[in-house]
């Protein structure tokens, strides 16, 4: 027996490489596809790249509620309330990786996304993605809100320092450079080749939307109240996240002792790799794959700890990141289909 999946909103950047990794899935088989741009075309001919020939079709809650035991919506922020309200209603088991499940306080998404929430009562509701963190709320979840890219190279990069009170939590900066693929597949001026190509830029200082993430993930891994400097930045790359945490230590501490609170909070992950001292993540080292670097090193003089962590902003950052816990909801192995799947940056 396979599993059936769609994906509504297939030709993203996250709807492709969801495709892209379900089609290497032993337990599973992709049952509908849907796009509305560009609906009734074959997916070969819109995506030469997947030889797969299915039909592209618009978003009918009831006719793919019929073809499917998961869906995985791919939608643009502020889209997918209705689509996980009827998805929920058809009794189906969801993944949603847009940003409108993450936030549980309606005030704060109607503040920092600018619109009303229709279903707050499903925010109660929606399980936080992170299995390294959130695992076993995961596994009993029928609705499960998939993690921010920039709050996933964040939340594992600092959790281990919260969890072991290494840090001030008053005194944390977080700079965090994307690939150009963070912003999705829409025709923007700014995003354009002849805009981004040989440029690096900071933007959203202060306003990004994925700060209240950020702030709710890591309070509720130290149980205090935690906000954050956060500093985003543009790089003409297609994709990859490199961030840096810059944390005060509480006491003196080696780098060494760090390094072992860290690999014992990950000793057991897949998918998290301790890097050895003095060695630094690099994007093109998890260039396509489910995989997230970390290294970290004490500034003796400052007494700070410096947190660096790699990712792949559409895998573990999106898609990889969403089929893990759709492993995870379907009681396969976590790592199906998720070893492995590098890519030659």
Not at 20 to 44: A, C
Not at 47 to 75: M, R, T
Not at 139 to 144: C, E, L, P, S
């Amino acid at each position: 027996m396979k599993y059936k999946i769609s994906i509504v909103g297939s030709t993203g950047y996250t709807g492709m490489e969801l495709i892209r990794i379900l089609l290497r899935h032993p337990y599973v088989e992709i049952s509908s596809l849907t796009s509305e741009s560009y609906s009734g075309l074959r997916l070969n001919k819109v995506l030469p790249f997947f030889n797969i020939d299915i039909q592209l079709e618009k978003f009918v809650p009831e006719n793919i509620a019929k073809k499917s035991d998961l869906v995985f919506l791919c939608l643009p922020h502020t889209e997918s309330m209705q689509p996980v309200f009827k998805m929920l209603k058809f009794g189906k088991k969801i993944i949603d990786l847009s940003g409108d499940f993450r936030l549980k306080d309606k005030t704060l998404y109607e503040e920092w996304y600018g619109v009303k929430h229709k279903y707050p009562d499903l925010l109660k509701e929606s399980v936080y993605g992170l299995p390294e963190i959130y695992r076993d709320k995961i596994k009993n979840a029928r609705f499960v809100t998939n993690p921010g890219c920039y709050p996933t190279s964040v939340i594992l990069g600092a959790a281990p320092a919260l969890k072991a009170k290494l840090v001030d939590i008053k005194d944390i900066v977080i700079n965090s450079i994307s690939g150009v693929s963070g912003a999705g597949r829409k025709v923007v001026t700014q995003y354009h080749f002849s805009e981004i190509h040989e440029d690096i830029k900071a933007y959203k200082i202060g306003i990004h939307q994925h700060i209240p993430e950020i702030e709710q993930e890591l309070s509720n891994i130290c149980g205090k109240k935690i906000k954050v400097s956060f500093i985003p930045h543009l790089v003409s790359v297609n994709r990859g996240i490199l961030t840096t945490l810059n944390f005060k230590l509480i006491k003196r501490i080696s780098t060494e002792e760090c390094l072992n609170i860290y690999k014992k909070f990950y000793l057991n992950e897949k998918f998290v790799r301790i890097l050895p001292l003095n060695s630094y993540p690099e994007t093109k080292y998890v260039f396509g794959t489910n995989l997230c670097d970390i290294s970290l090193k004490v500034d003796e003089r400052l007494n700070r700890l410096i947190v660096i962590s790699a990712i792949d902003n559409l895998v573990k950052g999106a898609s990889g990141q969403a089929i893990q816990n759709m492993n995870l909801m379907l009681n396969l192995p976590e790592e199906t289909a998720l070893e492995g799947i590098g890519m030659m940056p």
